[in-house]
C-alpha cells in the first residue's frame, strides 16, 4: 500500500483509514496520515496550499514525495530533519527523540521581508507554512470553529452580559458582519448560529459562497445588500437565526452599510489581510483582474489593497463609534491600512483591539488553549468515545468543555479524518493523553489517536498583533517563548515539533511552535505523552506568571487545572530592577 502523497498530485488527497500501518510504526504513520490530511481538508492541494492562500505542507511534490517516503522508511532510531518543507536528511537520535524536526522559513531579522520572501519562494528556495499547515496540524474547520467559537461566546459574556452557558440568550436576534470565506473565515457563520447568532458575511470569490452554502452553512445567498438586510431584519423579528451570505467586496459593502445607519452588533473580517498581494482583492478589481496583478504589477496591486483595507477600517471605526462590538480577528487587517494611513488617520485604527488581547488572554493565562486530537483509525466510533471521555473527564468543573463537545458533536460535519478541538488547559491535557492511551492500549480504540494543537497557543506564538499584542510585560514582539517552547517539546520526547516563522505578509511578524505526538498505547509512550504535554502548557503559564498575569500565579500555586501538574516559578521577570 503506497502513501497517497507519493501518487499525488494527481492522487484523491484522502488520508490513510484504518488498522493498516504503512511505516514501520505508529508514530510515524500518524504523522503521515496527518501529512495527508492536511491536503485532503485544504483549500488548494494541488498546489500543496493548506490554507491563508500561501500557507503550504511541503515546499513541491518532489519534496513531498520524498517526505511521505522517508516517514514510511523511517524508525524509533532516526530523527527526519525538514528546512522549509524540504526533506534535508536523516540523524541517528533514539527511541525518545522526536521523529520529526521540522523548520519553516526562519529567517533573520533583516532579511524577514516580504518582497525576498516572495523571491526565495518563486525560486523554489523556502515556503511559508502558516501556522498548522506546514507541521501536517490542521483539522479544517474541526478546529477553527471552536476558536470562533469560544471569541463570540466570550463577546456575549463581556459585552452582552451574558452568563457562562446561557450565551445563545444574550446573542438573540444579534448579528455580526464579517468577511471572507476561505479556509478559516469560512467557520464564521457557523460559529455564529451555533450560538444563535446571524451573520453577514461578505466574499468577494462567489465559488467560495457556493461551497460554504453546498455544506449546509448559508441560509440565504444575494449579491443584493438590500435583500441580506431584509433577511436580518426578519430573523430579529422571529427570534430565529439567519446567515447571509453577501458576493460582494469588503472594502465596498461595509462603507455602503455605514452610509445607509446600519448598526451591526459585532464587526470583524476575515479576509487574509495579511498577504496585500495573493490575500485580498482591492475594490474595484475583478477576480480575473486581480490574478493578472499579481504577476503583471503586484506593486500596485499591493498599494491598491492597502487603500481598500484603509477605507474597511475606517467604516469599521464609524461602526465601534455607532455601538458595534468591533475588533480584528488574527489577520494584520489594521497593520496593512496603517501602513497606507497618514499618522493622525493610523492612531485611530488603535481603537480597534486585537482578539487575543481583549478575550482569550485570560485563558491562555492558565494554559487553556486549542488542543485537538485526531482519530487515526477514521472511525467515528473512536470519535464518540473521547468525545464521551472529555465530558466524563472534565465536565463537571467545567461545564463549557462538556457544552462545547454537545454542540460539536451534533453540529460541526466531519472532515478528514475525525478530530476534535477542545480547550483544556495545564494538567488537563496530559491527563486525557494518559486516559486515551490507556484505551489505546485496551484495544477500546480501533487505532491510536494523535494529539496537537493550534501554534497559537500559550507558550507557542509570538505574533505583537495577534497572539502578543499587548503583553502586560511588553513582551509583544519577543520570541524567547516560541523557541524555548520548541527546545522542551523536543528535550521531552514529542514525535514531530516545529518552528515556523512569517512568510508572504506575516514575514517579520510571527514565530511559533508546533507538536503533534502520537498515543501508541505503550507504556513508554505515557511518559513522553505526560512530559511534553506538561511542558507545553506549563511553559505558557511560566510564560504569563512571569509577564504578570496573575490568573498564571494561581495556576502555578494550584497545580494547573487538575491540581496534580505541579510548576516552579522562579519569579523570572517579577523581580525589580
Ligand atoms: P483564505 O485565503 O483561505 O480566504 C480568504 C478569503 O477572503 C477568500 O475566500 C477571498 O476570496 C476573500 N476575500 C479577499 N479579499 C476580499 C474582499 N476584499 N472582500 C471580501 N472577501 C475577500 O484565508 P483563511 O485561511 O480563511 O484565513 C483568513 C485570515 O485569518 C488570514 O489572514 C489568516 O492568517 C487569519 N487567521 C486568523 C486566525 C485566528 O486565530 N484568528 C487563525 C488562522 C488564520
Redesign the pocket.
Known sequence: MTSSILAGPTSSYRAQRGPHLRAKTWRAEGLLRMFENVLEVG?NPDELIV???L?KAARNWDEARAIAAALMALDEEQTLVLASGAAVGLLGTGPSAPLVLSAVNNTVGRWATSDRFYERADAGQTMWG??TAGAWQYIGRQG?LQ??YELFGTIARHHFGAAAGRESDALAGRWVLT????????SQPISAAMLGLSSLT????PA?VHRLADAGALDLITTDLDEALDALAHAGDSASVVAVGLI????E?YPALVSRGVVPDIVTD??????ARY?????GYTLDQWRAAQAEDPQRLERDARA?MAT?VQAMLAFADAGSVVFE????LRVQAIEHLSEAASAQVNRIPG?MEAYLRPLFARGIGPFRWVCLSGSSQDQRVLDDLAIEMFGQRRREVARWIDVARTQIPPQGLPARSCWLGHGERSAFALAVNALVADHTLEAPVLFSR?H?DSASMTHPR?GTEGMRDGSDGVTDFPLLDAMALAATGADLVAVHSGGG??AGWMQSAGVSIVADGRPETAVRLRRSLDADTGLGVLRHASAGYEEASASVTSGGETGNAPLIWLGGGSRPR
Open positions: 483549500e490554507y491563508a492562500s500557507g502558516g501556522l477553527v476558536g470562533t468577511s471572507g470565506m476561505g479556509g478559516m473565515g469560512s461578505v466574499e468577494v470569490d467560495k460582494g467586496n469588503a472594502a459593502v476575515q479576509t487574509a489581510a495579511h498577504d490575500g485580498y482583492v482591492p475594490a481598500a474597511q480577528n488574527g489577520n494584520n482578539f493550534d497559537l495577534i505578509g506575516y
